[in-house]
């Protein structure tokens, strides 16, 4: 028999926000006295949270913002009682180049998906909105339950262009996938839920769940919000509240059933060192995940080596003063959009960071931010160049969407290896087996973007079922079962 110590020890592997979230929610709930270590292979926490001082700015360039309609991040903020402003978006409106024109994202889609063919006429191709149009002649759709591939399901329904200019561009920034390899269920639950419900068509079904149109009396709330200070402030103040005594720069090898809980193999091979735990929380990739899980809770890492990973790379520019940007909180570049010249786009999306965040519009002689992204899964060559080779492809697609030359004051290059999770076909039932085959595991829970979501808000949320499943192990482990099985 195995009993927990009195002060129980903790071991978090990963210092992203849900590995973070985890440490803080057990130091909340587990006191002073519980000796709680994270552990980060890499050389600081944060995980998809980071910034970079570009222009003398302090500047995200990994997640910049949040969904404001989901309460986990602001609920931890309050509860943090941290010193920090919240802010909003400018209501400046997104654009997308798609067949060789910028023009602004069309408002009444969900995820490009649109509820009517009106919607999308700026955007298609005349043949195409008539292909939009003849979806009312097709029978309901039905779905039996089954998930189904996002992007081929549009393709059938409402043509190509839907999902080439519009799904593909929207998803591409969120997934960093394809709309053809991503989940319905997992991508679009609501509107999964709306077809099982009542079979109908996809413009039907969509315009039921489309909110009401904004009005002076009725404004629409924001979508997205951030912290003035920065969003990679958050890893800081969770750290901070956990108390955790942090371990960097150091892989975890291993994780397997001890005597006293959980023994951790961490640091490199030749000089490994043993870590001693009751509770264990895993915050890490997928492929990670599957390797540390392999021996102790078999089937969930079956299910962890299904989720494939995308790769991106986010480039900050810091503009002269004078730039001019357009009236646009940014552009989403379709695949296979070209300049005049024919030379292809690097970059699949930029943000007008200085027209879409007022706390960040500056002035003066502050220079004006703009962030480019790269980066599709499946394709590596964009990746593999090197950083001054990304940036003067970024430059130059800048430069062909602003119709001048670009010559930044001051630039950063951050890659994101491994970062995105791609919700294929059926990840929901992944996400099940993975849950289901950690039930039985005493004392060790997971949490991370591969299972509720990759937005902060769904990391948050994941870090708090963590904390929440190992504390309820806690209780066994006291009454004196053993580590690593239910009884």
Request: proline share 8%; net charge neutral; glycine share 12%.
């Amino acid at each position: 028999m195995t009993h927990a110590s009195a002060s129980p020890r903790v071991a978090v592997v990963g210092g992203g926000v849900a590995g973070l979230t985890a440490a803080h929610r057990l130091r909340k709930r587990l006191g002073p006295g519980a000796s709680i270590t994270v552990i980060d292979q890499g050389r600081a926490v944060g995980g998809k949270l980071r910034a970079v001082r570009v222009g003398g700015v302090r500047y995200d360039l990994g997640a910049e913002a949040y969904l404001a309609r989901r309460p986990e991040v602001t609920d931890l903020l309050d509860e943090l009682d941290a010193d920090v402003d919240l802010v909003h978006p400018s209501g400046a409106a997104p654009t997308v180049r798609a067949g060789g024109r910028t023009v602004r994202l069309p408002r009444r889609t969900l995820q490009g998906l649109p509820e009517s063919p009106q919607a999308v006429r700026d955007v298609l191709s005349p043949a195409a909105v008539e292909v939009v149009a003849s979806e009312a002649d097709q029978p309901p759709v039905r779905l039996a339950g089954q998930d189904v591939s996002l992007g081929r399901l549009v393709r059938d329904r409402l043509g190509d262009e839907v999902v080439d200019r519009l799904v593909d561009p929207l998803l591409g920034g969120v997934y960093a996938g394809r709309a053809d390899d991503l989940s319905l269920r997992a991508t679009m639950p609501g509107l999964a839920s709306r077809l099982d419900e009542e079979p109908s068509t996809l413009l039907a079904a969509v315009s039921q769940l489309m909110s009401p149109p904004a009005t002076a009396e009725k404004p629409r709330p924001p979508v997205f919000a951030t912290l003035r200070e920065g969003l990679a402030t958050l890893p800081e103040l969770l750290l901070e509240s956990a108390a955790a005594e942090v371990r960097l720069g150091l892989p975890v090898r291993s994780v397997e059933r001890a005597a006293n809980g959980w023994r951790l193999e961490i640091g490199p091979a030749p000089r490994p060192e043993s870590l001693s735990a009751d509770l264990v929380v895993l915050a890490v990739p997928a492929p990670a995940a599957a390797r540390l899980l392999a021996d102790v809770a078999p089937r969930a890492a079956a299910a962890y080596r299904e989720v494939e990973l995308a790769s991106s790379v986010v480039v900050g520019l810091a503009l002269p003063p004078d730039t001019a940007l357009p009236d646009s909180s940014g552009v989403l570049v379709a695949a296979g959009e070209r300049h005049a010249d024919g030379t292809p786009f690097t970059a699949k999306a930029f943000t007008y960071s200085s027209r879409k965040w007022p706390h960040l519009a500056g002035g003066g002689d502050t220079p004006v931010l703009v962030r480019g992204s790269v980066g599709r899964f499946g394709e590596t060559s964009a990746l593999r160049r090197g950083d001054e080779e990304i940036t003067r492809g970024v430059l130059a697609d800048l430069a062909e969407l602003l119709g001048t030359p670009v010559r930044p004051l001051d630039g950063a290059v951050v890659r994101w290896g491994g970062a995105l999770p791609q919700y294929g076909v059926d990840h929901l039932e992944r996400v099940a087996r993975i849950t289901s085959g950690l039930d039985s595991v005493v004392g060790l829970a997971a949490a991370g973007a591969a299972l509720g979501g990759v937005g902060v808000p769904a990391c948050v949320a994941s870090g708090n079922a963590a904390a929440e499943k190992v504390l309820g192990d806690l209780d066994q482990l006291r009454g004196g079962r053993s580590a690593g099985a239910r009884m």
